[in-house]
Structure formats: C-alpha cells, structure tokens
C-alpha cells in the first residue's frame, strides 16, 4: 500500500512558533521584569539602559543578533497564535488570513533586520 504525502510548510511556522514560545517563557518575564520593575525601583541602574549603552549593544553582532531573535521569534509565535485562534472568534482561517497573518511577520522580519542592520 502506496501512502502519498503532501507536501507542505507548516512544519517551518510551528518551529518559529516552538522558538518564539520558549524564547517568550525563557527571556520575556526576565524582560518585563528588568523593565518594567528593576529599573524604576532602582534595583539596576539606569544608566545601564540608556540610549547609550543601548545603542552600544547593538553596535556588536551578538547584540543585534540576540534583538533579532526577541524580537522576530516573539513576532512569528505571536501571529501564529492569532492566525490559529481566529477559528475561535468565528473567522475561516483559508488563504487570505494565511496570508496577511504570515506576511505581516514576515514583512516585520525583513523591518527588524534592516533596522539592525543600519544601526551604526
């Protein structure tokens, strides 16, 4: 018995989904927590988080590819999830939905990285 497969590339948006995912549970509470507690309360200096310095970082190739990675994993994981939920909110998911929901990440990919690439 001859099974035929269809071939498709879902598998690539639920690994951005899986990394985005992990990365959102691994980094994003240390994120918000940096931001949005430790330096208003002063528990790390703000100096650490100016314009400066944080131009600074991006200026290495770590720093831009460690923003780049936040910043489009977070993306893909987030309209990933939008497009899979909007079957709950009574919205067909078909082609156009597929479109414009992957579109608008990859749109935000090429953004992020022409941002941090003209970073001098």
């Given at each position: ?14 690994l951005l ?5 992990m ?36 200026q290495?190739?770590?720093g831009?590819?460690?923003l ?25 998911a078909?082609?156009l ?24």
């Amino acid at each position: 018995m001859k099974v035929n497969l269809k071939r498709t590339n879902e598998p690539i948006f639920w690994l951005l989904f899986g990394a985005g995912g992990m990365l959102s549970a691994l980094v994003g509470a240390m994120l918000v927590f940096i931001t949005c507690f430790a330096v208003p309360l002063g528990i790390l200096p703000a100096e650490a988080f100016s314009y400066a310095s944080m131009h600074g970082f991006t200026q290495y190739f770590m720093g831009k590819a460690f923003l780049f990675a936040i910043i489009v994993l977070f993306l893909w994981h987030a309209v990933h999830r939008i497009f899979h939920s909007l079957h709950d909110v009574g919205i067909h998911a078909g082609p156009l939905a597929r479109w414009l929901c992957y579109g608008l990440a990859f749109m935000g990919t090429v953004a992020t990285a022409g941002a941090l690439l003209a970073m001098v």
